[in-house]
């Protein structure tokens, strides 16, 4: 009541109208964190207001509401500034690119605010001079606490604001530094800005105007700091706090619901209003872009080198055959030492009359094939080798497997059981390795055909034709009929590698753009996650076109895997793919918060997504559900399509090229759908809580 009656004693017939009212501002982050109780505030034009309160009491909380980066519960705030370019706003902690210099920082934020690089410079040197800023090239990173501070608060004044709403400039600074500053902040007063400012330190707090003691999310009292004190009969402002505080704690502690009537905000505060795109800002965007890739050299070179490494490795480690493969041989007909003095090959003999071992013929034959030969005398022995792997395979050569073989080709459907049985080659393997074991029946099933054909040499032509196959194996329609693993793997390697490399890059770009604030701050400078995605976007497009390009020559020029088709076209679902890639990854960055989440949530969507796109295994080949879900899958039906025009020249006009094409379209648009929704679902960094 006293110091009512003394507060309009002392009051100003005509205070300056108000330049930032709020009134009765409720906010709560949960039910057990209601932070603002009802706080109303009135700053007038061309004043400072120092709001004062103790650590967790709503200060930055309260300003982050007037700069509308947080969203009232209930309440009223008005701004009398137009635009956020009217805002300078300095965030407690940097919030500035720890990667950037001095002089970049300035060019960023100076180019979101539309300043020309002369107004740049000009505002750098006065910022230079008053807060003794270090040498422009020094990176955010190596600057000290308090340098940082002074950097931050510059970029704050940069474009000359109106209103300036500062949380903390000077925690930290020496004493001289603090004056410096305050002494500015009157300047800037008296040439009509306006101007808030948080502090801890209760006393610097007298060069304000006016003064809000805040606590527990109300504010105690606002007045100039000399009524405050002549009104509690005190000598400092530290004394009135603490007063404050002895009368009003019962009262304010305790109110924790939120008020009855419910006044919302309707004016709309300058964030709400921004325009979701300026040219100028997605310059500036695009500016910081190009300064971190410079800087982030690692990256750079990351993003060109791993297309190429993957590439490389791919074809120097997958597809070709094994080689040097050990296989045990029992050889009852022969001692397999004694081969050598035997023909090998075709000479014109025929094994009917010639002293010829079929033995010997397909041990030739298989080591043609790269096979080592080993010699056991024992089954049990040699089974136990293959046990211990020691050797892949066995082949048993019965006593008279050549001269069982004669009669069953002399003597046909006569033989005997005993013929028959003998003329057989027994063989086991090793299946562990399903791969290395059809690679083995494959090479000694070849081998044992080319063994015959050199063993009936010149027999008669008949007899040529009789032992062999009964199939014509005719040129190949597409492909080669030796083409290798590699050229089946080639297509998916490129589209997983096109649709990967994307991902990685832009969740893990778009989750550092919101490390320590920095998206925040830049946020309420005005800039928009639109021109943010879009800025990285060009950035990601042109890393795209040259990992296809990269991709495509290694793989198709440099190793010479198939590629008949339109390159144009081979090229352009490349880009698609990519595109898409990226598309997912603002997915993953907005559905994560942190690198950690992002990396595990991208590395096992990948892996889900190659073990069903066909990429390693025919898609025929999956089993159950898989089988008819497959196609749905993303990228699916793309590397169907590269493999199509890689392998099979098809075109445009090709149902599988073309399905290539849309099934991208439809991710991109599922993934576009799924990121819009989430962000705009999103509540803290990317989105006003
Ligand atoms: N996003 C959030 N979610 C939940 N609680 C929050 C969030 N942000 C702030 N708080 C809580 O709100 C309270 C007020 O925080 P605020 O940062 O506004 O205080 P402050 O007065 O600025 O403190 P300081 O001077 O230490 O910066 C704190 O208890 C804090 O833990």
């Known amino acids: 009541m006293f110091y009512r009656m003394c507060r309009d004693a002392l009051q100003l017939q005509h205070p300056p109208p108000a330049s930032v009212e709020v009134r009765s501002a409720y906010k709560k982050y949960s039910s057990s964190a209601i932070v603002l109780r009802g706080v109303s505030l009135t700053v007038r034009r061309n004043t400072i207001y120092g709001l004062l309160g103790p650590s967790g009491c709503g200060k930055t909380t309260l300003l982050n509401c007037i700069v509308g980066q947080t969203k009232l519960d209930n309440g009223i705030i008005n701004l009398e500034s137009n635009g956020i370019d009217d805002i300078g706003y300095m965030p407690q902690d940097l919030c500035l690119d720890p990667l950037l210099s001095i002089e970049e920082i300035f060019i960023y934020f100076g180019t979101i605010f539309g300043l020309s690089r002369n107004e740049i410079i000009t505002r750098y040197k006065y910022f230079n001079n008053l807060f003794d800023l270090p040498p422009r090239n020094m990176l955010i990173n190596n600057l000290s606490g308090g340098q940082q501070r002074r950097v931050s608060l510059a970029i704050a004044l940069l474009h000359n604001p109106t209103l300036l709403i500062l949380d903390e400039p000077t925690v930290g600074l020496d004493p001289i530094l603090s004056e410096k500053i305050w002494l500015h902040l009157s300047d800037l007063s008296s040439e009509g800005k306006t101007i808030i400012i948080t502090t801890h330190y209760i006393e610097e707090a007298r060069r304000a105007h006016t003064v809000g003691m805040m606590r527990s999310g109300v504010i105690l009292s606002e007045d100039a700091p000399e009524n405050l004190m002549k009104c509690y009969g005190c000598s400092s402002l530290e004394d009135v706090f603490l007063k404050l505080c002895m009368i009003d704690t019962s009262k304010v502690i305790h109110k924790t619901s939120l008020p009855i009537d419910d006044e919302i905000q309707k004016k709309l505060l300058p964030l709400d209003s921004n325009k979701k795109f300026e040219t100028r800002r997605f310059r500036a965007q695009m500016l910081k872009n190009r300064f971190l890739l410079w800087r982030n050299k690692q990256m750079t070179y990351l993003m060109l080198c791993l297309p190429v490494i993957i590439t490389v490795f791919f074809n120097m480690a997958i597809g070709s055959d094994p080689k040097n493969i050990n296989i045990g041989i029992i050889n009852e007909e022969i001692d397999f030492r004694n081969c050598v003095n035997f023909t090998y090959k075709h000479n014109n003999n025929c094994f009917l009359d010639d002293k010829m071992y079929g033995s010997c013929q397909l041990i030739y034959q298989l080591n043609k094939r790269t096979y080592k ?69 494959r090479d000694v099933t070849l081998s044992l055909s080319d063994a015959l054909k050199n063993l009936v040499g010149s027999c008669n032509d008949s007899l040529d034709k009789v032992i062999s196959y009964p199939i014509k194996i005719h040129d190949a329609i597409y492909g080669s009929n030796s083409g290798s693993f590699t050229q089946f793997v080639a297509p998916g390697t490129v589209c997983i590698c096109m649709f990967f490399l994307p991902i990685i890059f832009t969740t893990f770009v778009m989750l550092d753009e919101q490390n320590d604030g920095i998206l925040d701050r830049v946020l309420t400078s005005g800039m928009t996650y639109l021109e943010i995605a879009l800025a990285h976007s060009v950035v990601q497009f042109t890393y795209i076109c040259i990992q296809a390009i990269e991709i495509l020559i290694i793989m198709y020029i440099f190793y010479g895997n198939p590629f ?30 942190s690198h950690f989440a992002a990396g595990f949530a991208g590395i096992g969507s990948n892996f889900l997504l190659m073990c069903a796109c066909g990429f390693i295994w025919p898609t025929q080949g999956a089993r159950h559900f898989v089988k008819y879900t497959n196609k749905f899958v993303p990228i ?30 439809i991710w991109a648009l599922i993934f576009y759908i799924i990121s819009y929704a989430l962000y705009k679902s999103k509540k803290g960094t990317w989105r006003k809580v």
């Open 373 to 441: 030969i080993k010699n056991y005398n024992d089954i049990e022995d040699a089974k136990r080798s293959i046990k211990k792997n020691k050797i892949w395979a066995l082949l048993r050569f019965n006593f008279n497997y050549t001269e069982s073989l004669k009669n069953r080709v002399s003597t046909g459907r006569d033989s005997t059981d005993d013929v028959i049985d003998h003329s057989f080659l027994e063989f086991w393997v090793d299946d562990s390795d399903r791969y290395m074991s059809i690679l083995i029946e």
């Open 564 to 593: 008949i088709g339109s390159v144009t076209i081979g090229f352009s679902l490349l880009i698609v793919i990519g595109i898409t890639g990226m598309i997912y990854g603002f997915v993953l960055a907005l559905a994560n918060d």
């Open 636 to 665: 699916t039906l793309a590397i169907e399509a590269l493999r199509g025009i890689t392998m099979r020249g098809w075109s445009f006009d090709h149902k599988a090229v073309y399905m290539g094409f849309i099934s991208m379209f």
